[in-house]
């Protein structure tokens, strides 16, 4: 290490992996809550040391380099191990070991008593390690490192209680769904390499400036990237996994699933932003992908009973509305709704985890309501959450999400391809948004208690190590914004601070006052959205939900929109009968048919007679005579020679 | 002279568990494979071994751990170790013969990896086949005939096609022996249709023993009918030397014949490679899954080689190396399961992480290196194949990616299927001594992943021979059809 405090952080991934490795290898020996401290210690370090090296690198404009050491060494294909620290990677190793140092404290209460305590602190370690040097990583192929290994941390935090089969189904899910996503990004690689002959994140980025706007390879390259993102950040088509992955421990989902891993497409595309802001093609592509997806996912959260599924395609949803930031070109303020909403959709799963502690594992809203009362710290941190993600004014998510809306009204990059569609698909979905959640936050902590007696009596406010970062995460989700104000009128912190680091692409400069304009109507859709849930859940009791809940739009909503069942019928099945149907034809005609084939040639009874005799003798006999007629063969070629 | 001990020493021991009993041959044999370890592991800095052998005909008894043979040798030999551990905890009846054999096989490999005389070359190839055949024949599953019969057919045709090669492409090329060097001094000049004809001579033997589609039956019956223990298994995977010799041999003698084959072969690899991984996801036989892993690994060790780019022939035998202590390693975990519950079925196992939670979490390692996740012993090569492949051809490079998707799904499918969900009977966790043997695995998982840039660089050196190959047959003009029809009558 150097003396540069900003490249200490780069011991940021290895204090994680050390924790996971003492967690690992004695965790059986420690004695609880001692692996729990472990893990806290090693990600809260590292998130004073990423600290540190933010407020030391501010005013900076080189990215500080720390190299790693040799990896691949072939002529031609030459790569170093690195981690680059720079504006964004460092904002982004706030946020993971921030957020996920809360979520370890957290974990300490929630998982208390499990028999695997020191495995999960493990796992999770291990995860963030993973994360980080994903963030971190100086090439794809490094990037590429991190983005598998988060994949299999997430793999293993889902099937955490792998007794219970229908977890172990969700976590292979899980993996085989972000496999798809991981060929796209090898192909990605492959064809970087070949039109750039380098895997160098800061190299491709440069080289990227030498090809003509819309070029095709770039596209290309995109599109591949695309495919990588889709998986990973759970967009349509490839989201099916992520309500399933909820099987995890709920804490596991607050990071994983909502606060980090999952928003890795975005920071992909952002790192990649040169390579998009030259194709606009794939950009449009990249926001329809996230339009589609945050209109369909929040209509699929209205109908879901599970206080976690609702939350997962919230997570879906939003996640959309950062890829259609990234792919209107602002890629800025969609790293600035990926903090955001990592702090209050973490902190919505922590709620809802403090919620099945209290009621003993259940998770169905409909046997929730009213908690409210009776815990007082949850209930008013999930009130802050809540109206953090609708969008209500002075809260983090309001002026996130309205800078997306803002950007996709005045996009340049995609214009030809239906922007004012897009503003007008998101704006849609944002009143969704306000509106079923709204109707999570009511279901739950309103209204009349709808819990069996026993659970009821047994209701309980969390205990503080769990309060606490709620408490510290509902301030992080109405503080966060302010880094973020409207441009127009206000000081925006996260757009000066990541401009050295993204690709400048235009936007329009609409009137002032089409500006004040816009950012009523985010004001009312969030307006519009609670009102509507206020109208439907409080004044008439929920009747119009009750009738919504039975009809065939609800069926349709609760099974997903249908698309577990059409992968299901479509992909799973047939793949499946095709793999059967090769193994088959692979044992019973190919393998016999070549059999039979030298049966028929006569040579199969002639070594059957041979192996009565004493097969291998017989046969070390021929070799025998085989290697000395071989020589004989060539003394006398090479006499003749 | 190093190369010599290496060869001679393993020699030695399998002569001498032939005459012993009981305990003295479990020591000798423990002794004997960190003896033969040692010497193998100095291999890369040792100086070559040439000697005259057949001197009329121009046979040299020549050996060079120097290059990619030696790094392969030194692997193969680190996985050797595990195996003769676990051979004499697992091996009841005759277990001194079986040694012998396992022995004999480490010699045949060593001398095949550091042969640099073709004669001599194969000669290792043909006789490392007879203590991977009495293997197979003395302590073998119950329908091992069937197995025994196709391996050996599959064997003698493809050594026939390389004898005839051998014996060919000397007096054709006018080289003044058999040693690699003066080969390759005289070979690229022969014509483009004597190249073709060589080079497919050394493909029929080389794609039996990779192997690939569609001769790979035999690979299957094989592992399915070895010893439970599965030692004999993780022999058999280090002898998938059909890959080596390629690179060593086939592709940078015959650049041309090779420049005119490969791209069709490139199509048979990717296809190889997709095929058996979707055919792994729907096994239930733990050691058949292993080998139609196994066999889509060969797949990807292909499609390197023959997208004739840098990256993949380096990468590929990073790879034929990675693959040799993750999957050697996954037949000894099959070894250690089977002598929990008796079946490779599985599914007749479940939730075994409940109850052994280190053998588990070894599984998982292995297993995820085995699929290829990064950090770990496959990536690097599989990476690098698959990027060479694409850059030779894209259609081959996706048709082959396809295959990193499905070994995604036989790779969660069989750690679910062992070791989650409900456990019926748990079972004991690892034992003092399977954590020895499993240790060398584990930690050559780690290592290969996460340092490969010393032993690619190594490769690397190599291939360059067999690209140069590539640039020089590339400069004058591609034969046209005339010229191929009027040879070939």
């Known amino acids: 290490m150097t003396q540069d405090v900003v490249s200490w952080a780069a011991l940021a991934p290895a204090l994680a992996l050390l924790g996971a490795l003492v967690n690992g290898l004695l965790g059986a020996r420690l004695r609880e809550p001692l692996p729990g401290i472990v893990a806290s210690v090693a990600v809260g370090a590292g998130f004073v040391l990423s600290l540190v090296a933010f407020f030391a690198f501010a005013g900076r404009g080189e990215a500080v380099v720390v190299p790693l050491w040799d990896y691949l060494a072939v002529s031609g294909v030459e790569l170093a191990l690195g981690f680059h620290l720079d504006q964004l990677s460092l904002l982004m190793m706030l946020v993971i070991t921030g957020v996920g140092a809360l979520i370890h404290v957290y974990s300490?209460?929630?998982?208390?008593?499990?028999?695997?305590?020191?495995?999960?602190?493990?796992?999770?370690?291990?995860?963030?390690?993973?994360m980080l040097v994903l963030v971190m990583a100086d090439s794809y192929l490094l990037m590429f490192v991190g983005w598998e290994g988060v994949g299999v941390c997430s793999y293993l935090l889902i099937a955490f209680w792998f007794k219970q089969g229908t977890n172990v189904d969700a976590a292979r899910k899980a993996y085989i769904v972000n496999r798809i996503g991981d060929a796209g990004f090898l192909l990605a690689m492959f064809l970087m390499f070949r039109t750039f002959g380098t895997l160098d994140v800061a190299a491709v980025n440069a080289a990227v400036g030498a090809f003509a706007f819309g070029a095709g390879a770039i596209t290309a390259i995109g599109l591949l990237l695309l495919v990588a993102a889709t998986g990973k950040s759970a967009q349509i088509p490839l989201h099916v996994w992520l309500p399933d992955a909820m099987a995890g421990p709920t804490p596991v989902s607050a990071l994983i699933h909502a606060?980090?891993?999952?928003?890795?497409?975005?920071?992909?595309?952002?790192?990649?932003?040169?390579?998009?802001?030259?194709?606009?093609?794939?950009?449009a592509a990249v926001a329809w992908v996230g339009a589609a997806t945050a209109l369909i996912a929040a209509f699929v959260a209205f109908a879901q009973t599970d206080i976690k599924r609702v939350l997962a395609y919230s997570t879906i949803s939003q996640l959309g509305f950062m890829f259609v930031a990234v792919g209107v070109g602002a890629y800025s303020v969609a790293v600035f709704h990926l903090v955001t909403h990592a702090f209050f959709k973490a902190l919505l799963f922590l709620v809802a985890g403090s919620v099945i502690h209290a009621l003993g594992g259940e998770q169905d809203v409909r046997r929730m309501g009213g908690l409210g009362t009776r815990m007082r710290i949850t209930g008013t941190t999930a009130l802050v959450g809540t109206l953090a993600i609708a969008g209500v004014p002075l809260l983090a998510g309001f002026f996130s999400k309205d800078a997306i809306l803002v950007h996709t009204f005045s996009s340049t990059l995609v214009e030809d391809y239906g922007a004012y569609f897009l503003y007008a698909v998101l704006l849609v979905s944002a009143v969704m948004t306000a509106g079923y959640m709204f109707r999570w936050y009511y279901t739950v902590f309103c209204g009349a208690e709808r819990l069996s007696k026993a659970t009821g009596a047994a209701v309980h406010e969390s205990p503080r190590v769990m309060t606490v970062p709620l408490v510290v995460l509902a301030v992080g989700s109405v503080l966060t914004g302010y880094l973020g104000l409207p441009a127009f009128a206000f000081p925006n912190w996260i757009e000066g601070w990541l401009a050295p680091v993204t690709a400048a692409v235009t936007f329009t400069h609409p009137a002032l006052w089409i500006e004040w304009l816009l950012l009523l109507v985010s004001v009312l859709a969030a307006a519009l959205g609670l009102g509507l849930g206020y109208w439907a859940y409080h004044l008439q009791k929920g009747a119009p939900a009750a009738r919504l809940g039975v009809g065939r739009l609800a069926a349709f909503g609760r099974s997903g929109a249908g698309f577990d069942a059409l992968y299901r019928n479509a992909v799973v099945g047939p793949t499946e009968g095709t793999?059967?149907?090769?193994?088959?034809?692979?044992?019973?005609?190919?393998?016999?048919?070549?059999?039979?084939?030298?049966?028929?040639?006569?040579?199969?009874?002639?070594?059957?007679?041979?192996?009565?005799?004493?097969?291998?003798r017989a046969y070390a006999l021929a070799m025998l005579c085989g290697v000395v007629a071989l020589v004989l063969v060539v003394v006398v070629a090479g006499v003749r020679a | 002279m190093i190369p010599m001990i290496a060869l001679a020493l393993p020699v030695l021991v399998a002569l001498l568990l032939l005459a012993t009993r009981g305990a003295l041959a479990r020591g000798l044999a423990l002794a004997g494979a960190m003896g033969t370890f040692l010497a193998a592991a100095l291999l890369p800095g040792s100086s070559a071994v040439v000697v005259p052998w057949i001197a009329g005909i121009g046979v040299y008894f020549a050996l060079d751990g120097s290059g990619a043979g030696g790094f392969l040798a030194v692997v193969a030999s680190l996985v050797m170790v595990p195996t003769v551990v676990w051979t004499v905890v697992r091996v009841g009846e005759r277990p001194h013969q079986f040694l012998a054999a396992l022995f004999a096989m480490w010699a045949g490999l060593i001398g095949l990896f550091l042969a640099r005389d073709l004669v001599l070359f194969y000669v290792f190839w043909e006789v490392t086949l007879l203590p991977s055949l009495a293997m197979l024949a003395g302590w073998g599953l119950a329908q091992r005939r069937q197995a025994m019969l196709k391996y050996l057919l599959y064997a003698i045709a493809g050594s026939f096609a390389m004898l005839l090669t051998v014996l060919a492409i000397r007096p054709l090329a006018g080289a003044e022996s058999y040693l690699f060097a003066d080969l390759l001094a005289t070979t690229s000049a022969l014509d483009s249709v004597q190249q073709v004809w060589l080079f497919v001579g050394f493909v029929l033997a080389f794609a039996v023993k990779l192997p690939i589609f569609p001769v790979h039956h035999w690979l299957i019956d094989f592992h399915e009918q070895n010893h439970p223990s599965g030692?004999?298994?993780?022999?058999?995977?280090?002898y998938k030397v059909g890959g080596f010799g390629l690179f060593a041999w086939a592709l940078p003698l015959l650049p041309l014949g090779a420049s005119i084959v490969t791209p069709y072969l490139l199509l048979l690899g990717a296809f190889t490679a997709l095929y058996a991984a979707v055919i792994a996801t729907r096994q239930t036989n733990l050691k058949r899954l292993l080998a139609y892993a196994s066999l889509s690994h060969m797949g990807f060790v292909a499609v390197g080689l023959f997208g004739?780019?840098?990256?993949?022939?380096?990468?590929?035998?990073?790879?034929?190396?990675?693959?040799?202590?993750t999957t050697g390693g996954l037949f000894l975990l099959s070894g250690m399961l089977h002598a929990r519950r008796a079946t490779f079925d599985i599914t007749a196992y479940g939730g075994l992480a409940a109850s052994a939670p280190a053998l588990a979490a070894v599984?998982?390692?292995?297993?995820?290196?085995?699929?290829?996740?990064?950090?770990?012993?496959?990536?690097?090569?599989?990476?690098?194949?698959?990027?060479?492949?694409?850059?030779?051809?894209?259609f081959a490079g996706v048709l082959a990616v396809g295959a990193v998707i499905a070994a995604g799904v036989y790779g969660v499918n069989l750690y679910g299927r062992l070791f989650q969900g409900p456990q019926p009977n748990p079972v004991?966790?690892?034992?003092?001594?399977?954590?020895?043997?499993?240790?060398?695995?584990?930690?050559a998982t780690l290592w290969l992943g996460l340092f490969p840039a010393g032993p690619l660089a190594l490769l690397d050196a190599e291939a360059t021979i067999t690209i140069e190959g590539q640039s020089l047959a590339s400069d004058p003009a591609p034969p046209d059809a005339s010229t191929l029809q009027g040879a070939r009558r």
């Open chain 1, 108 to 130: 300490i209460g929630y998982m208390h008593a499990d028999s695997g305590f020191a495995r999960y602190f493990a796992y999770l370690n291990l995860f963030v390690a993973a």
């Open chain 1, 259 to 283: 606060a980090t891993m999952v928003t890795a497409g975005v920071y992909l595309i952002a790192r990649a932003s040169p390579i998009f802001a030259t194709s606009p093609e794939a950009s």
């Open chain 1, 579 to 616: 793999a059967g149907a090769l193994s088959i034809v692979d044992r019973d005609i190919l393998d016999r048919g070549m059999a039979s084939g030298v049966t028929a040639a006569g040579l199969l009874a002639r070594v059957t007679t041979l192996w009565q005799s004493g097969f291998v």
């Open chain 2, 231 to 238: 030692a004999a298994d993780v022999a058999g995977t280090l």
């Open chain 2, 308 to 325: 004739l780019h840098i990256a993949g022939l380096s990468g590929s035998m990073y790879l034929l190396a990675a693959q040799m202590v």
């Open chain 2, 363 to 394: 599984m998982l390692l292995v297993l995820f290196a085995g699929i290829g996740v990064p950090g770990l012993a496959n990536f690097p090569g599989e990476f690098l194949a698959l990027l060479g492949a694409f850059q030779a051809s894209v």
């Open chain 2, 428 to 443: 004991a966790d690892l034992r003092p001594v399977e954590i020895a043997v499993l240790a060398p695995i584990v930690l």
